[in-house]
């Protein structure tokens, strides 16, 4: 079984969205419903549907290029927008407990940047 480029970029994101549940741990927010909400569907639901990709993968099933794309525009809005509102939240805050949320922020981000290009290449076909 070769490795391809979009199994590494899949392994990428599952990493960032595991980064990102633990980091969320370190700086929960409890005063702000709709952005923690939005951080742990977001975080935890692509933990999840990436580790299901993985195990279609593995047993040569994989999911359909028309859902993998929906899969990853959904994720990419859903990650920059758990990261924008994170940002919001913790700029005004201080100490270890910003730190871990501009990270997770940030992170959050990156990873949605990374779920555009997945979608891109998935869309031009580069396995």
């Known amino acids: 079984m070769a ?6 970029i899949k392994f990428i994101e599952l990493a960032i ?6 980091l969320h741990s370190k ?38 290029r028309r859902i993998d794309i929906f899969f990853c525009l959904v994720g990419c809005a859903t990650f ?18 910003r730190d871990y949320g501009l990270a997770k922020a940030s992170l959050a981000i990156i990873g949605g940047a990374l779920f555009l290009i997945d979608s891109l290449l998935t869309w031009r076909g580069d396995y």
């Open 3 to 8: 490795i391809s480029r979009l199994s590494i």
């Open 17 to 22: 969205a595991v980064c990102c549940i633990g």
């Open 80 to 97: 920059v927008a758990a990261g924008a509102l994170n940002i919001e939240y913790f700029r005004n805050q201080r100490g270890e407990y």
């Open 27 to 64: 700086s929960e927010i409890f005063n702000d419903f709709n952005t923690n909400t939005l951080s742990v569907a977001a975080f935890g639901g692509y933990v999840i549907i990436l580790v299901g990709g993985f195990a279609g993968h593995l047993m040569s099933t994989p999911i359909n």
